[in-house]
């Protein structure tokens, strides 16, 4: 796991947190003398594992920052985003966790109406 930041932004990396399953990557950087936390997340599968995972996510932000997310949350924000299968959206999450992440979908707000799969399963039932 990752996060990469173009050499000409000049971010300075102050902090770091992870996990030793390689589901979280946290950096403190500084840039333009703002502070942000870059959060780089791969969430469980299971729904209980998910559940924990995002109740001890707060752990890995750092106090005084502006958070940025991304990774993969394993949940759904929209039913367009998923056909047939265990559905648990983002209203979920955010409900179960112990921080308001006030989370939005960059790419659900650019392609509010796209119906488009990053995976399926073998017979494109799921």
Request: overall charge neutral; hydrophobic content about 40%; some cysteine.
């Amino acid at each position: 796991m990752g996060i990469l930041v173009d050499k000409s932004c000049r971010v300075k990396i102050l902090d770091r947190k992870y996990d030793f399953k390689g589901r979280i990557l946290s950096l403190k950087c500084s840039f333009h003398d703002q502070l942000f936390t870059l959060l780089n997340i791969y969430a469980p599968n299971v729904p209980s594992q998910r559940r924990l995972f995002f109740d001890c996510l707060h752990e890995y932000i750092f106090p005084g920052t502006k958070l940025i997310i991304g990774g993969d949350f394993n949940c759904i924000l929209s039913d367009r985003d998923k056909q047939d299968g265990n559905i648990i959206g983002l209203d979920w999450i955010e409900k179960t966790s112990r921080i308001d992440l006030s989370l939005s979908d960059i790419w659900r707000s650019k392609h509010p109406y796209d119906i488009v799969f990053s995976w399926h399963n073998f017979d494109f039932s799921i």
